[in-house]
Every structure is written in C-alpha cells, then in structure tokens.
C-alpha cells in the first residue's frame, strides 16, 4: 500500500526519486508525485495512473534538486485525482504519507475555524495544514512536525520536506513501516529497503512511535517519548535480479516459475541431509494444547490448510482467524496455545494488530514471514522466514507456496514434538516434501496447456472452484487468484456443499474447476463433480494420470498432473491454478502485475 521515498542527495534528485518509486510499484497505486527543494524554493509534480505518466510530465516541467521526497498513493481518503495525490503541500511544507489519520475530521474542523482550509479531500493534506499552523506561530520545522505527531491519531508513515531547508527531511512512523537509509554524504528515506536498493544496503529500520530528524550528516532517531533512541544499522543484501523480470513478461509470470527453486532454498535451509528437521530450538510444541493460525487474503488460506496438517499429522487442535476480525471477536486465549501470524510481507496491519493483541497472553507467538527484518517477525518471539524472494507481483504466488512448505514443517515439528509420529514416518514425509521441486518443474509444464483453456475461462462471467479436505482452501485460493488479476467472478467451495445452494448456480456457461488429486476423498469429489455434469455444467478436471483415466471421461478438459503424496498436493496444485490465473488474466489482457484496487502490503486496516 502506497510507497514513499525521500533523498538528500548530491546529485539532481527527480530522477533518482522516479526510479525508486518504480520499485515500489508493486506495492499498488493510482497516483505519483514528487517534491523537490532547489535554490531553496520547494516545489512539486503530480499525476494520475502509472508512473510513466509522472515521467511524462517531468519531461515537460522538469524539476530541479538535490533533495526530494516521493510518492505513490493508493487512494483511500478521496478519489485518484491530482489534487488528492502526494506530496500534499501547505505553503512551506511538503508531506508523503502511508496509513490513515484517524481523526484528521476533528483535525479539519479545528483548522477550518482558524482560517487554515483544505483544497484536498485527503486526510494528509491535514498534516500538512498542521505543520504549516505551527510554522506560522513561529514553530521551527522540527518543532512543527514533533508537535503534529502528537495530534494524530491512526496508522502512519510520514515524511516532511520544508521550503527553505534543503538539508533537511522529516520522518516517522506509527502502524505503517518506514526505514531510513544511510550514504557517504547523502541520506535517504523509504517505505522499505527495495526502494532504496540502488543507492544503499546501509538500512534502519524506524520502531513504533518513532521519528527522525534527517540531515545529510546522518539520523537523530527519537521514540514516542522524544527521547534519543538507538536503532541499530542493517545490512541489507537484495539481490538486483530478483527484482527484475529477468526476460519474463510479468513478475508474476517470473514468481510462478521460481517456484521449484526456491522451494528447494526453504527446504534445504530447514531440512538436514540426514531427513531431520532443523527449526529453530527455540519452537517447541511441548506442552502446547492448541495452535491459532492468524492471517489476511492468500496467507489466511495457506493458515486454512495447515489446519488439516496440525491435526492431521499432529494431532494438535488448531483454529483459524482472518486477521481482521480476530481481537473483534474477543478470542479465548490460553497461555498453553500456540498463535502463529502469517504474512508474506510481515508489515501487514490487521495481522500485526491481532499479534500485538495476543502478545503476554499466550505460551508463544511465532511469525511466518518473507521479510525478516518486518514488524511482524520483530515482535513475534520467534521468527521462521519463508524464503521466497522478494515477490513484487501483487497476487502472491511462490509465497504461498513457501508458506505452505514452512507450515508443512511446523506439523511435522509438532507431531515429532508430540510424540505421535515415529522417526521411520518422519523421514518418509520430508523425503516427499523434497520431491516437491522436481513435481513443480512438471507442472509448469502445463503452461501452455493452460493458456489454450484460459482462452475460454476469460469468456466466462462466473467460475466456480471445488475441491474437498485440504484441497478445499486451494479452491478458495484458485478463486482469488482469478479474481484478483482477471476481474472474473470465482467462488470456492468445498465439494460436498455444491448441493447445499451453489448447484443452483450451475449451468453450461459456468465453468466448474475441480481440484481432485487421486486421494481419500478423491471418490467423493468425483460424486460431486457428476453432479455438476448431469446439470450441464462444463468441468475442467485437475488430477493425476489414475484419476483422469477414472473420471476424466465426459468432462469439458482435463489438466494431468504429477503423481503427488495427498497430503502435499495443495502445496503442488497451486501451480496449475496461479497459470490458470495468470493466462486467463492474459488472455483478457488486464493489468497481470498491478491489478486495479489492490495493494500488495496493506498496511492500514
């Protein structure tokens, strides 16, 4: 959700700012801009839709500087406009801003009545006008902006740039994250270590309540309480080709297809050569009595299926919880559980809220997370990378699927802990989850299967998704996946529920996709699936060789996948339910990485 940079450079500042912004596109926008402080004067260019736009218009009306702050926003407080994108300005200052200001309409209101009056329909636009009250009473800037910090109630990143001051930017953070980077005579602000990729490693990380008086000398980091705080330094090693698209039309399309390999990076780092688990000592199922897995979107439902493995395997009761809803409910905690948050990105508002929420009140807090230097995994006690990568498509792909694997592990942690799996039982499980890589290089395969398939899907209003057991959470994820970058109405459901009301929606025009590895209940979803048939309705049947040879006849396509271990083929399956994600998305011709509306890090709830 929305990106900020900022730079105190010795160099001319718009470009660099562009470039940085265009490595935050993943994070989702719908507007761009850029303030600059040249000779002294502050200055600024905004415009709506893709950066290319911005670009456009510096071309046209360049702008001069060595020090700049930048945008791109994701509107929440007002339409994608001109006007309501970042910076906002208020006569000498200059602000960017991630999150939502709470009570920026009492903040209005008081500012109205003392003359100072908004152009915007934004929430930040208030922290500008602020800044600018104080500025007039004679505040200096650092007094103005430490001042309105105070006022602001809600979830924030924040950077200031001041007319007159080009030595001089502003930050702080409270909900949302914001680090600050370190040059040789230059300094630098962004919402996170990729914007800042190009220009250094040398990252601090801003904790909750923080801001930061920013010069090119360096950083005074003060906390909630204005006190001098120390934030240690972090080098931060990101690898310049695993953000790029590497010869690959989409990131997604370069994510999908990484997937064996850094599955095998995830197993390799948790898995010893002997078949044992190396998790870290510190995660330990002695004595736990049941385990809440807390996540958002794509992450909840790889929580959804860890359910049936904790159980499955382990033997251990586990519940699930959309992030969102999870301290609304008012959940019963119990200091023998387990709460485990998952996010790919681990700056995730909801998720974080509902960890701060359990934090004291549970035996351990544990976070899944791809980012291990994120909010999440700093608060979490205990801390399991996934190893993914960094993923810049917005619909998550190989995080998924890492998380599935680190989930997967956790079970077997736990029934290894538990004493309910032998050591023989054990070595056989990690072997087939080491067969996973060379499974996943099969089924992207299917590619261009898929997309022959997909060229129907896209003509489709409404597609339905079912699959029963763990594959029933893949359905939903097969779902959203579609929703999310082909704009397709999909639904997944468990297959013994279609006769319960979702049968009435079939007929010819609704594809039906069922996901049906030759497993226990693949007899039962092949019943399910009959009766989809005996009312018209066009199925694409994914399974392996033996259940397309027993059920295959007289559905509308099948799709032939490897021979997997049941109990890991969610883990498999996702691959060919992100292709038919991706090529129906294609074949519409959307917008496969940026899809409209979403973000890839929401990071206000």
């Not at 218009?57 to 500087?65: K, M, S, W």
């Not at 309409?105 to 922290?127: F, I, K, M, N």
């Not at 499980?429 to 398939?453: F, H, I, Q, T």
């Not at 279609?498 to 019943?527: C, F, N, R």
Request: charged share 25%; with cysteine.
């Amino acid at each position: 959700m929305c990106g900020i940079v900022g730079v105190l450079g010795n160099h001319e500042v718009a470009p660099l700012l562009v470039e940085a912004l265009k490595r935050l596109e993943y994070r989702g926008y719908d507007s761009a801009g850029i303030a600059t402080v040249n000779g002294g004067k502050l200055d600024r260019r905004r415009a709506v839709g893709k950066l290319v736009n911005l670009s456009d218009l510096l071309v046209h009306e360049p702008l001069a500087g060595k020090s700049g702050i930048g945008h791109t926003r994701w509107a929440t407080h007002g339409a994608a406009t001109v006007k309501n994108a970042h910076p906002h300005r208020a006569g000498g200052v200059a602000v960017v801003h991630n999150g939502i200001i709470e009570n920026f309409r009492d903040l209005r209101a008081e500012l109205e009545a003392s003359g100072y009056v908004q152009e915007s329909e934004t929430d930040t636009e208030t922290v500008a006008l602020l800044v600018r009250r104080a500025l007039d009473g004679g505040a200096t800037p650092v007094e103005a902006a430490r001042d309105t910090l105070k006022r602001l109630h809600g979830a924030f990143a924040l950077c200031f740039l001041f007319d007159g001051q080009d030595d001089l930017m502003i930050a702080a953070r409270k909900g949302s994250p914001l680090a600050i980077g370190w040059g040789e005579g230059e300094m630098f602000v962004g919402s996170d270590a990729i914007a800042l990729a190009p220009m250094t490693d040398r990252i601090t990380y801003l904790e909750e309540g923080d801001w930061a008086v920013v010069t090119r000398k360096g950083a005074e980091i003060f906390d909630v309480q204005d006190r001098r705080a120390n934030r240690p330094e972090t080098r931060v090693q990101l690898d310049a080709t695993r953000i790029e698209k590497a010869g690959y039309k989409h990131f997604m399309a370069k994510e999908i297809a990484e997937q064996p390999v850094v599955l095998a990076d995830a197993l390799k780092h948790y898995v010893g050569g002997d078949a044992s688990l190396r998790l870290p000592e510190g995660l330990s199922f002695k004595g736990i009595e049941r385990i809440t897995l807390v996540a958002c979107g794509t992450a909840s439902y790889a929580c959804h299926v860890a359910k049936y493995w904790f159980e499955q395997i382990a033997g251990l009761p586990a519940e699930i919880d959309v992030a969102s809803e999870f301290r609304y409910r008012d959940p019963v905690l119990s200091d023998r559980a387990m709460a485990v948050f998952v996010s790919q990105s681990g700056e995730t508002a909801d998720t974080l809220a509902a960890l701060r929420h359990v934090k004291e009140k549970v035996a351990q807090v544990v976070a899944v997370v791809n980012v291990p230097t994120s909010s999440i995994a700093r608060e979490a006690d205990l801390a399991l990378p996934i190893l993914a990568g960094i993923e810049v498509g917005v619909a998550s792909t190989k995080a998924f699927t890492c998380q599935l694997t680190v989930l997967a592990l956790m079970a077997l942690k736990a029934a290894q802990d538990r004493g309910v799996i032998t050591p023989e039982h054990l070595a056989q499980r990690l072997e087939e989850l080491r067969a996973l890589p060379g499974l996943m290089n099969a089924a992207l395969g299917l590619s261009d299967v898929v997309a022959k398939v997909a060229k129907d899907l896209a003509k489709a209003q409404d597609i339905l998704f079912l699959g029963r057991g763990p594959m029933f959470p893949l359905a939903l994820e097969g779902a959203l996946k579609l929703k999310e970058i082909s704009y397709i109405h999909a639904e997944g459901y468990a297959s013994g529920e279609l006769k319960h009301g979702p049968i009435a929606l079939i007929d010819a025009q609704v594809p039906v996709i069922v996901l049906a590895p030759k497993d226990a209940l693949y007899e039962k979803t092949v019943s399910n699936m009959q009766e989809v048939m005996a009312r018209n309705g066009k199925v694409l049947l994914l399974s392996d060789a033996a259940g397309i040879e027993t059920a295959g006849q007289g559905t509308w396509k099948t799709l032939t996948l490897p021979e997997v271990a049941p109990v890991w083929a969610p883990i498999l399956y996702a691959i060919p339910a992100q292709l038919l994600a991706y090529h129906t998305a294609i074949a519409k011709g959307t917008d496969v990485d940026q899809p409209r509306n979403l973000a890839k890090s929401v990071t206000v709830e």
